[in-house]
């Protein structure tokens, strides 16, 4: 492991974010920035401030680090609790019901192909 970033309580759902984590895993970094750029999901932004803030925890914490041989070892994507984000709709017969709203932990290491 060279370096990790975690984007805790995303605003977005698990499993709309697994899409883009399996899509860039075990690519290069770079390449993997690039195809977010052009990827049209909603979990892209996210994914992608993601693995910036881990190229740049790399060059942080050892800056000798060749940062075109760093690739995505590990993403994985975690439900996060939203104990915030839960809605109420209205539902016949003076009822409700609640709507849950999608929460992430987003997290990526990097590692370096020699």
């Keep these: 492991m060279v370096s990790k970033a975690i984007a805790r309580f995303a605003r977005i759902s698990p499993r709309k974010a697994r899409v883009i984590v399996n899509l860039v895993r075990g690519r290069q970094a770079g390449e993997a920035l690039q195809l977010l750029e052009f990827t049209q999901k909603a ?7 993601v693995i910036e803030s881990a190229v740049a925890n790399a060059r942080t914490r050892a800056p000798g680090v ?4 760093l690739f995505v ?3 994985f994507v975690d439900k996060a609790p939203n104990k915030f984000m839960r809605r109420w ?3 016949a017969m003076g009822r409700a019901t609640r709507i849950q709203k999608g929460m992430s932990h987003i997290t990526v290491i990097l590692g370096e192909r020699a």
């Design 73 to 75: 070892e590990t993403a």
């Design 89 to 91: 709709r209205p539902r």
């Design 66 to 69: 060749d940062v075109d041989a």
């Design 43 to 49: 979990g892209a932004p996210y994914l992608k401030k």
